[in-house]
């Protein structure tokens, strides 16, 4: 079995609002192990951002607390770690690429300065000259051409698809074991966004990190994620290995999002069908209804997805297989 090297257990992570308290995390139990990805997927407001954000720790407070669960990191607790050793561990131990790199990297700050303060933070006992040359072997790692010239360039000077390389760089620059990537190729074109995929496999091969993939792209999940996690208003509704998701689907949530991937013929290269859709919208977490919260969207929905008490608890169907549902074969 693999190391495991990150354990989340019960994560609940809630939001004083004007509306009243509202979960956005509810009770999200997740394993990381080394040299492999963990995707988590599901549609916009889900709780995939959020549930990254409880790991490290960075859930703006007010308004945003984690009300329970537990979330270690080789064995340590980090809930319970004072704030001044969490900022050892991330961007350290822990790393994340956000969403949009343009406003993740400083704008007035070169590159170089900004790859090299990660490693002042966190290697001190490098010396300037030391950082600079590691910095300049991090562009070349995530595969930037002439990195001496790129690591004095700004991030305006650079293509999505060279800050989004940047940011990779940023965030291995201390060589990770777990590297969280939100949404890494939103807004990237399709090669530029298979060659990041392609990167950040090969460094995991390097490094041998755990990678948490967050996305709502299946696609994306099926090229690079070994495990799966399929999220809808908060809660888990089925885990499994890739293979489980993609092969033997359980929850009709699930299945909705797999039918909904295109499809073409291989001779002509038109699209086979049309693609089926999701009916209806994801509820409001102040409007959850009473049981299973994708009932009103389900057409497999019975009397007990209705009653309040009939939740369930994640079942496992099959060795490593887990699916909230009554509906399940």
Do not use: W
């Amino acid at each position: 079995m693999a190391d495991k090297i990150l354990d989340v257990k019960d994560l609940v992570v809630q939001f004083n609002t004007d509306r009243g308290v509202v979960t956005a995390v509810d009770g999200v139990s997740l394993e990381v192990f080394k040299g492999r990805t963990l995707g988590i997927v599901g549609e916009s407001g889900s709780g995939k951002s959020v549930t990254a954000l409880a790991i490290m720790r960075l859930i703006p407070h007010p308004p945003g607390i984690i009300k329970n669960g537990v979330v270690k990191f080789r064995g340590e607790s980090l809930l319970d770690k004072e704030m001044v050793d969490m900022r050892k561990i991330r961007g350290n131990k822990i790393s994340m690429i956000f969403q949009e790199p343009m406003t993740s990297l400083n704008p007035v700050f070169t590159i170089g300065n900004q790859i090299e303060e990660v490693l002042e933070l966190h290697q001190s006992d490098l010396s300037k000259e030391q950082r600079h040359k590691k910095a300049v072997e991090m562009l070349s790692l995530v595969g930037i051409p002439s990195p001496e010239k790129r690591i004095k360039e700004y991030p305006h000077q650079l293509s999505g698809g060279m800050r989004q390389r940047v940011m990779i760089a940023i965030s291995l620059a201390c060589e990770p074991d777990i590297l969280i990537a939100d949404e890494p190729t939103t807004a990237l074109d399709v090669t530029i966004q298979a060659q990041i995929l392609e990167l950040m496999k090969k460094l995991q091969k390097e490094l041998g990190m755990g990678i948490i993939m967050i996305t709502h792209d299946l696609g994306v999940v099926a090229e690079t994620c070994d495990d799966v996690a399929v999220m809808y208003c908060g809660k888990i509704v089925e885990q499994g290995t890739a293979d489980h998701i993609f092969n033997n689907p359980r929850h009709p949530y699930t299945k909705g999002l797999l039918e909904s991937i295109p499809s073409f013929d291989a001779t002509t290269g038109d699209a086979k069908d049309r693609l089926p859709t999701i009916e209806g919208m994801v509820p409001s977490l102040f409007e959850l209804p009473e049981g299973c919260s994708f009932q009103d969207r389900c057409s497999k929905c019975i009397s007990q997805c209705r009653q309040p008490q009939e939740v369930l608890a994640l079942k496992e169907v099959a060795t490593g297989h887990a699916v909230s549902c009554f509906n399940h074969y």
